[in-house]
Nanobody
Framework: QVQLVESGGGLVQTGGSLRLSCVAS????????MGWFRQAPGKEREFVAA????????DYADSVKGRFTISRDNAANTVYLQMNSLKPEDTAVYYC????????????????????WGQGTQVTVSS
C-alpha cells in the first residue's frame, strides 16, 4: 500500500511563512518524482512545485517562483515545501503527490500524470 501524509498547514498572516511536509510510505521512494498541488474552493487543482527523483531538478508555478522552495530528503521519504512571503491567494488545500517515473531528472506539472496523492493540508493566509 502507498500512503502520503501531509502536515504543516495552518493560519498565517500575509508575508508569513510555513513549511509543509509530506511523508511517503512508498517502497523505493527514489523511484518517484514528487510534487505539490493546491486547490482552493471552487477552483481546479493547480500545480505548485515538483522535484525530480534525486532532487536535482525542480519546477515551480509562476505564481510561487521566488517565494516557495521544494526539497526532498530521500533518507526520510519526505518532501517539503517551504513557503515564504505568503499571500491571501495562496490559501488552499495543499496536496502532496508522487509520480512513478524512469527518468531521473524530469519533473511533471500535470496532475493526472501523478500516481498517488495525500489527503491534503489546509493553508490559510489572512490579510
Amino acid at each position: 500500500q502507498v500512503q502520503l501524509v501531509e502536515s504543516g498547514g495552518g493560519l498565517v498572516q500575509t508575508g508569513g511563512s510555513l513549511r509543509l511536509s509530506c511523508v511517503a510510505s512508498i517502497r523505493t521512494f527514489t523511484n518517484y518524482a514528487m510534487g505539490w498541488f493546491r486547490q482552493a474552493p471552487g477552483k481546479e487543482r493547480e500545480f505548485v512545485a515538483a522535484i525530480s527523483r534525486g532532487g536535482g531538478s525542480t519546477d515551480y508555478a509562476d505564481s510561487v517562483k521566488g517565494r516557495f522552495t521544494i526539497s526532498r530528503d530521500n533518507a526520510a521519504n519526505t518532501v517539503y515545501l517551504q513557503m515564504n512571503s505568503l499571500k491571501p491567494e495562496d490559501t488552499a488545500v495543499y496536496y502532496c503527490a508522487a509520480e512513478r517515473i524512469w527518468r531521473t531528472t524530469v519533473v511533471t506539472t500535470t496532475a493526472n500524470e501523478y500516481d498517488y496523492w495525500g489527503q491534503g493540508t489546509q493553508v490559510t493566509v489572512s490579510s
